[in-house]
């Protein structure tokens, strides 16, 4: 059996074994836990709402301050804790709303944190760690039969202490007593330690979903459930993207346009300027700058009227010994300047001003002028 041959029988075997695997294989569905997304990550509640507008209530959440001071009459509020956002003023006004025949489910706070609302309707917080008794099923006055709760539902390290007076129904746990509720003139404060039984994570498990709508009916005449949401801090840049997208898109199109005219233009490489050598003059130049910015007038004056007299005691050796008054008249008449200006250039002196150092100058130079010509 030549090579070909076994290639070609290894390949239909192993054609054959995949489709022998293929025919095996099962897809079986499997479930995979995600977390909440969309409004179920942001709003705990949700679940809450929903069954609530499923039994035939009116349901919403309030997202803000004010809306506590617009509560309808047959409602029930559900107010979780970290309220600290709320004002006196606002307290004031939902405990007259709750008079008036509301229904307030509340959450208390934890027990270092103050809670005014506990307080207003006479309920202690203490916290414990040890288990009290275990508890049994559960059941409110008007609710036709007992429901039982998850150990999660209300079992935190927090017990309430029940006023003397007004107490409707009390909840006892493996923690002690956890839920409370209290007669306000028409209406009722429900004051529970924990609201977990009604989050999205708990809220169909056991009976909590029964429980959380037996106290919704505890009032006959509630027709409107009402959540209120958590006060997030307010995002500036989530309330531009919200409200005013146009302006964001202008202001950075007239920041790129800004940056453009205010960028360097890119091009071409300029060729380096080939090196230059400097002259003699040119340093001569810079050094004497150098000295007349630094107030050195008179050691340049004096340099430059040294070098005139050497070289015009080289062109006439006679000058140097003349008496100076007489030396002074033969400058003068041999420059063509003034016997003043003559007597200035060969008697050392300080220059203070300008104008001085510039006369000084000028008459060295027709002195030098006439050397050149050698008259």
């Known amino acids: 059996m030549n090579r070909r ?83 006196p003023t606002q307290r004031a006004r939902l405990m007259s ?19 005014p609302y506990a307080d207003a309707v006479g309920v202690r917080r203490i916290s414990t760690e040890r288990e009290a008794t275990k508890r049994g099923p559960v059941q409110l006055p008007h609710a036709e039969a007992p429901v039982q ?10 017990r309430l202490v029940a006023p003397d007076t007004g107490v409707r129904v009390r909840v006892e746990t493996a923690w002690g ?4 509720q209290i007669e306000r003139g028409r209406g009722l404060v429900t004051v529970a330690a924990d609201l977990a039984f009604a989050e999205n994570r708990l809220i169909g498990s056991a009976d909590h979903a029964e429980f959380l709508w037996q106290l919704a009916r505890s ?41 453009w005219r205010i960028g360097p233009r890119f091009g071409p490489v300029a060729a380096d300027l080939p090196p230059a050598r400097r002259r003699l003059l040119d340093h001569l ?6 000295h007349w910015n630094n107030r050195g007038r008179d050691r340049l004056a004096e340099a430059a009227r040294e070098a005139c007299l050497a070289r015009l ?31 200035h250039l060969i008697a050392p002196g300080t220059v203070e001003r300008g104008a001085e150092f510039i006369a000084l100058m000028r008459a060295l130079q027709q002195v030098h002028a006439r050397l050149d010509h050698g008259a």
Do not use: C
């Open 97 to 115: 709303w709750v008079q008036g025949g509301g229904h307030l489910i509340l959450e208390t706070e934890d027990v270092p944190v103050s809670d």
């Open 5 to 87: 041959a076994v290639l070609i029988m290894a390949g239909i075997a192993a054609a054959l074994a995949l489709a022998w695997l293929a025919s095996r294989i099962e897809h079986v569905p499997e479930m995979e836990q995600v977390g909440y997304t969309g409004e179920a990550r942001r709003n705990p509640y949700l679940a809450a709402l929903r069954l609530a507008r499923r039994m035939g209530l009116a349901a919403s959440e309030l997202k803000a301050a004010p809306d506590l001071d617009r509560l309808p009459a047959a409602s029930v509020l559900l107010l979780p804790n970290r309220r600290q956002a709320l004002t």
């Open 313 to 343: 005691a080289r062109a006439h050796p006679g000058f140097a010994s003349l008496p100076p008054g007489e030396r002074t008249a033969q400058l003068a008449a041999y420059a063509g300047i003034t016997e003043a200006e003559a007597a």
């Open 219 to 259: 009032l006959p005449e509630t027709r409107e459930f009402l959540v209120w949401g958590r006060i997030d801090r307010l995002s500036l840049w989530q309330w531009l993207t919200e409200h005013a997208p146009a302006v964001l898109i202008s202001s950075a199109a007239l920041l790129v346009l800004w940056l």
């Open 177 to 180: 007593l956890q839920l409370v």
């Open 285 to 290: 130049r810079a050094s004497g700058r150098f």
């Open 149 to 158: 709760l998850a150990s999660t539902a209300l079992g935190i390290r927090t």
